[in-house]
């Protein structure tokens, strides 16, 4: 019988969130050394919850361990985002107006922040369970 590799336990899913993390990292610097003096105003949160959105949208899995998976790939994308906006800082790429802040560096800073934050929140929202999945998983004592 064929392996099912329909469903979020085969091996390209284990690589897609970080596949999808480094395709916006890669779009966005691609932009940016294309068009430096226009700010990509929604690529670092693109870049900060990508992983942790797919994860969560996909996944069903109720677990902690799920949780700690959303959380450690939105921290994941937190940090590539504030490296790739370190470097292309450091280049002279963040040259456009921005929407808030006084530069690109503090806006984009927000933005990654606030795509991380927020494909958590939602992910945790999506994963919390019930009170009463909460009791059936509890081991019956007496």
């Not at 109720?62 to 994941?76: D, E, M, N, P, Y």
């Amino acid at each position: 019988m064929p392996a099912d590799t329909s469903g979020p336990n085969t091996a390209w899913w284990a690589v897609l969130p970080l596949t999808l993390t480094a395709l916006a990292a890669g779009a966005w610097l691609v932009l940016a050394l294309w068009k430096p003096t226009t700010t990509w105003h929604l690529a670092p949160a693109l870049v900060g919850g990508a992983g942790a959105w797919v994860v969560a949208s996909a996944d069903t899995d109720k677990t902690s361990h799920q949780r700690r998976r959303i959380g450690a790939l939105a921290v994941l994308g937190l940090v590539v985002a504030l490296v790739e906006l370190a470097a292309l800082h450091a280049y002279g790429r963040l040259e456009g107006p921005t929407l808030l802040g006084p530069n690109a560096v503090v806006e984009s800073i927000v933005t990654a922040t606030v795509g991380a934050a927020s494909a958590v929140m939602a992910s945790f929202r999506r994963t919390a369970r019930t009170p009463t999945e909460a009791r059936e998983d509890r081991p019956m004592s007496r």
